[in-house]
């Protein structure tokens, strides 16, 4: 079977989107798991008292939604690539939970700005502490992706005493030589000068699955358009002389296989309008 027009167009939307999808899914799922079994985060989760601390809260939901995001990619590349409604459905049916997930995790954390602000500072906290003390390589890159994104340096911002000074980003002037902004202090802060942002954000990336669920539908009911019975054709005689023939084995066959079904007539031409060529 094949697509065409719309429907091969949104096949080509789920692949792209199924493929940034992979991509940052297989990213949560490898950090969560890093920091999971780690050497030198392992020992945190064998402690109860730290089972609801932010760090441990924060490494299941990276597993979490890195294998569910996975899970959704595969079901959204072998629907699409194959063109399996079946798939398509399960697809869009998940697609549909994370949307709705996305709404209203970016409508609590906007109401609830403070808090999750204090918890993914926490977080960094919990973070920064284990460079401290391993100086892996692994936690460093991370650093020095939220110090670049937030124009922060450490807890302290101060370059004389900071441990991570080397994934800090360059200073914008003199006196952030001296000191930058501490990232406990951005981050805590940053769901409050820029929660209509975050907001959007979440909408926003609610909105994408929303379009990937509608490309879904369209090509589920453009493959179910393409696998459609046809309709059976039946031949009859309108005209006088050919009324005493005997039907034909085959004709006789397409009028009773399918009695319910509506025929489609088509009148043969007439001796008359049978164009004959002259010598």
């Known amino acids: ?18 493929i940034i999808f992979a991509v940052v899914g297989f990213a949560f799922l490898g950090l969560g798991l890093w920091l999971r079994f780690s050497d ?29 995001m996975l899970i959704v990619v595969g079901f959204g590349d072998y629907g699409a690539c194959n063109e399996n409604r079946c798939s398509l459905q399960v697809f869009s049916a998940l697609l549909a939970i994370l949307a709705g997930a996305e709404i209203v995790i970016g409508v609590l954390a906007y ?19 284990l460079f401290a003390s391993s100086k892996d390589p692994a936690i460093a890159l991370t650093l020095t ?59 926003g990336t609610g909105a994408l699955l929303i379009v990937a669920l509608v490309c879904s539908s369209v090509v589920s009911k453009k493959i179910k358009l393409s696998t459609s ?39 043969p031409l007439t001796v008359a309008n049978i164009p004959v060529v002259q010598a």
Do not use: W
């Not at 019975?229 to 309108?238: A, F, G, M, N």
């Open 1 to 18: 079977m094949g697509l065409d027009g719309c429907g091969l167009v949104c096949k080509y939307i789920i692949i792209a989107f199924n």
């Open 145 to 203: 992706f939220v110090h670049n994104m937030l124009h922060c340096c450490g807890v302290s911002g101060i370059s004389l005493i900071e441990v991570a000074k080397q994934t800090c980003p360059k200073p914008d002037g003199f006196l952030e030589h001296i000191a930058m902004p501490n990232c406990p202090g951005v981050i805590a802060n940053v769901f409050d000068e820029k929660a209509p942002l975050v907001l959007g954000i979440f909408l």
């Open 111 to 129: 109401t609830r700005r403070d808090e999750v602000g204090n918890k993914i500072a926490e977080f960094y906290v919990s973070m920064y502490t």
């Open 40 to 68: 030198d985060t392992r020992g945190i989760f064998q402690v109860e008292a730290l089972n609801n601390s932010a760090f441990v809260i924060g490494v299941i939901v990276l597993i979490t939604l890195g294998s569910v």
């Open 229 to 267: 019975t046809p309709q059976y054709i039946i031949l009859t005689h309108s005209t006088p002389i050919l009324t005493n023939t005997q039907p034909h084995p085959q004709q006789e066959f397409l009028a009773t296989s399918c009695p319910d079904a509506d025929p489609v007539v088509f009148t």
